[in-house]
């Protein structure tokens, strides 16, 4: 069965409107130790906060894009009732630049798939957590998230984590990207969780007023 079958079939089960979130994570070798846990521990606080909200796990779609050793597409786009947070490990460098190029490309695909089928849907997110600077070109990437945040294509979100460095990420992001306080993975990512429930709730196009980021991030 071909892809675009599968898809017609997984619509046809679920024609709710969807609201896609790539979760771009940095899996460097930096981020070994006490970071990567805390990370892993973040997944699963959002998985089981996601499925809580009934409405949101069939609306709400995450994908997992890894970047380290390689750019590695770790979770294709599931509804959160199927989401299952996987294990990271920590190694390779930092070739952010290809890696938010892979999740734009993900999005536009995904968008296309919607259009095919006839399912309504928000504007996707793209989530980036990473706690170094770019080891590859990172210039082109930048400039392509600014182009789609301009046609409001998707909303491009950064969180920086110990020594992220937090100039480039804000020649990245047209959002202020945050950093994250300490190693309070959890309180972000059930933040997270909420900020895609209150969209999911929504209607298509509605402008949704995101709770503060507070307690866990600083600008």
């Known amino acids: 069965m071909s892809q675009s079958e599968l898809e017609a079939i997984e619509f ?3 024609p709710e409107p969807r609201c896609a979130c790539v979760l771009l ?3 460097s070798g930096s981020m070994s130790g006490d970071k990567i846990n805390s990370l892993n521990q973040g997944l699963q606080a959002f998985q089981e906060d996601l499925k809580k909200d009934e409405l949101a796990s069939k609306r709400v779609e995450i994908a997992i894009v890894t970047f380290g050793e390689n750019v590695t597409l770790v979770q294709d786009f599931v509804t959160a009732d199927e989401f299952k947070a996987p294990t990271l490990v920590a190694s ?3 070739p952010m630049g290809q890696a938010i190029q892979k999740s734009l490309d993900m999005i536009r695909e995904r968008k296309a798939s919607y259009k ?4 309504a849907y928000y504007r996707p997110w793209i989530f980036m957590i990473t706690d170094g600077e770019p080891t590859d070109e990172w210039e ?4 392509k ?12 979100f950064c969180v920086g984590v110990d020594d992220a ?4 990420l804000n020649k990245i992001s047209v959002r202020q990207p945050l950093r994250l306080k300490g190693l309070q993975f959890i ?17 298509i196009g509605e402008q949704t007023p995101l709770v503060p980021p507070s307690g866990w991030a600083e600008i």
């Open 12 to 14: 046809a089960d679920n």
């Open 25 to 27: 994570l940095d899996v």
């Open 92 to 94: 390779g460098s930092t």
């Open 116 to 119: 095919a089928n006839e399912i």
């Open 140 to 143: 082109p990437a930048a400039k």
């Open 145 to 156: 998230v600014h182009a789609e945040e301009k046609k409001s294509s998707v909303a491009f």
């Open 165 to 168: 460095e937090m100039k480039i």
């Open 187 to 203: 309180e972000m990512f059930v933040w997270l969780s909420k900020s895609t429930q209150s969209v999911s709730h929504s209607k």
